[in-house]
């Protein structure tokens, strides 16, 4: 292998000098325990991109509320692979860590396979061999899926993931994660209509023609999820409000939320708004 690397960068000298972002590529190379330069490349564009869970998908597909959702404890909902980051043989998640929570956090680690191949494990933890798991990808119905391998109670498990996309979404310097993408796309993006006023929201949480905000967040992860609400935030830079919200895909309703126990519990108050769908 190391014989086909280097004949092969001596070929392309021959037809042109090698780019700045081909000489880091070859310095990182150098640095990991095992890289195929080009196997690398091909699998991180493969990868590239925020994914959600197919079971949280499907789950809510039925539920078609992120709270009631959330409550089923699915595991890993959603991960990203920013493959800017990458140094030897490792892929550094570093996509805006506050908008991931610790369980979704891992580095992608290249490993050869048995039969030579380049195989691909997600780590949180590179001295914790129990915290390998193994990455792999399916095309189904002409579509990329990924397919993760993990062990839960001595048993094999698969789990699968669906790109939500590939370059990552930032406004405002937020940014939008694969479930926050998910979830806007299934329940409020498009145009409504809000007493005669045509209302817009955009899968990137921008809103338009709405009380003078700009800006929306949809609740999709919380500690207490089973016992809460779905929730919704309105905001500009300075300004803010919070809804509750319900949703059957042709009409939303917002209330107010009225707080008991300083919120630990909270509940539905008067009707704010009602937006149909166009």
Request: a negative charge; charged letters at 25%.
């Amino acid at each position: 292998m190391k014989h086909f690397v280097f004949l092969f960068f001596i070929s392309v000298s021959f037809s042109c000098n090698l780019s700045e972002k081909d000489k880091v590529l070859k310095a990182n190379e150098n640095q990991g325990n095992y890289q195929p330069l080009l196997e690398k490349q091909r699998l991180l564009s493969i990868i590239k991109g925020a994914w959600v869970n197919e079971e949280y998908i499907e789950t809510f597909g039925r539920l078609h509320s992120p709270m009631a959702v959330d409550a089923k404890g699915i595991y890993l909902k959603q991960f990203a692979f920013d493959i800017s980051n990458l140094s030897g043989d490792t892929l550094f998640n570093a996509v805006n860590q506050l908008n991931y929570n610790d369980g979704e956090r891992f580095d992608l680690m290249f490993f050869e396979l048995k039969d030579g191949k380049t195989g691909m494990k997600l780590v949180r933890d590179r001295t914790t061999i129990s915290d390998d798991y193994i990455l792999n990808y399916l095309i189904e119905n002409k579509d990329t899926v990924l397919e993760l391998t993990i062990n839960v109670n001595s048993e094999e498990k698969k789990l699968k993931f669906k790109r939500q996309f590939r370059n990552f979404i930032v406004k405002n310097e937020i940014q939008i994660t694969a479930l926050d993408y998910f979830v806007n796309k299934e329940l409020v993006a498009g145009e409504w209509n809000m007493q005669g006023k045509k209302v817009f929201f955009q899968v990137n949480g921008e809103v338009e023609n709405f009380m003078g905000f700009k800006r929306y967040s949809i609740s999709t992860i919380d500690e207490e999820s089973a016992s809460l609400p779905d929730e919704i935030s309105f905001y500009n830079d300075t300004t803010g409000v919070t809804y509750i919200f319900t949703s059957d895909n042709f009409t939303i309703r917002l209330y107010e939320i009225i707080e008991i126990n300083n919120r630990r519990e909270i509940s539905r108050g008067k009707i704010i708004a009602e937006l149909k769908r166009n």
